[in-house]
């Protein structure tokens, strides 16, 4: 099996847009008039959810009528947010199938499918011609991207002189070896992670410039820590992104969470841009 392969069925387990519309059902939202806000809670499949896209948006240089890239798009959730925020159009490209086919189903129950078109492939290839993009992002992806120049090379390629990259990522931690599963690997397979110095150098041999890098940790981790708790409490609600990790969610996101305590992982939010 290759690796892009093995990462895609990690992430895309069945029919992810079924699972979606009974998890719709049970928590008693109704698809013919779902709106992106209730679609949330699923579709920013990142640490933090809806929150975590909402603080890199209020730091992104968005114009209405841009042209974005969100590689590793996921459900769509994201591109959504931004194309209805800003009044921008996205392209989102997924190496997960399944996600790719859920992404372009929801924008559809919520009228946005002009604005975001999602494809399926992977961003070390991206399928775009040179300068295309007004700005581009990836939440949560490059802890499965085995080549991050040929990845950040790419995503050079397609932004426009000028334009923003934004990243968001776990990186490896002081003490690195995290404890698996976590989101990205059940047990270190399709794992890449990277400390964040050495993401900033792979960056800047991509040829990007003002580097701005966030420590994300601790609003990550008293993320993780809520939600703990409301698994303790029996409380967990009935739309979450539970139902795309699956049965090992409890073992994940204690895992997520002590993997920062003790180092073995360090969260950024990394923003730079290409050179106008
Ligand atoms: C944690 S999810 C994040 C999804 C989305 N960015 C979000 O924040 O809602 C990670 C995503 O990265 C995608 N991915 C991993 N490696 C990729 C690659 N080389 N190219 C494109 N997508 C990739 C996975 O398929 C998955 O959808």
């Not at 240089?61 to 959504?80: F, M, N, Q, S, Y």
């Not at 950040?152 to 426009?160: D, P, Q, S, T, W």
């Not at 009935?238 to 204690?254: N, W």
Request: proline fraction near 6%.
């Amino acid at each position: 099996m290759t690796d892009a392969q093995a990462i895609s069925d990690h992430w895309g387990k069945g029919d992810v847009y079924s699972r979606i519309l009974d998890a719709m059902e049970t928590a008693g939202l109704d698809p013919t008039s779902v709106t992106v806000e209730q679609l949330a809670p699923v579709d920013h499949f990142h640490a933090r959810s809806f929150p975590a896209t909402v603080e890199l948006a209020d730091v992104l240089p968005i114009k209405e009528g841009d042209r974005l890239v969100d590689i590793g798009c996921g459900l769509g959730g994201p591109a959504r947010y931004l194309a209805k925020r800003f009044k921008c159009h996205v392209d989102g490209i997924d190496i997960t199938a399944p996600f790719v086919d859920a992404a372009n189903k929801l924008s559809v129950l919520v009228g946005m499918e002009d604005a975001v078109k999602c494809q399926h492939g992977d961003g070390q290839k991206l399928p775009y011609q040179g300068e295309t993009f007004d700005g581009g992002y990836t939440q949560h992806v490059t802890m499965n991207v085995p080549d991050r120049d040929v990845f950040f090379g790419e995503a050079f390629r397609v932004l426009k002189p000028g334009a923003f990259f934004a990243l968001t990522e776990h990186g490896l931690g002081e003490l690195g070896d995290p404890h698996h599963p976590v989101p990205w690997s059940e047990d270190g397979t399709g794992a890449y992670l990277m400390r964040p110095s050495d993401t900033v150098a792979a960056l800047k041999k991509a040829g990007f410039a003002d580097i701005e890098v966030r420590d994300t940790g601790e609003r990550y981790l008293q993320g993780y820590k809520r939600a703990i708790d409301l698994a303790e409490k029996g409380e967990v609600p009935a739309f979450g992104t539970h139902i795309l990790l699956g049965d090992l969610t409890p073992q994940i996101v204690r895992n997520a969470a002590r993997n920062i305590e003790e180092r073995r992982t360090h969260p950024v939010q990394i923003v730079c841009f290409k050179p106008g």
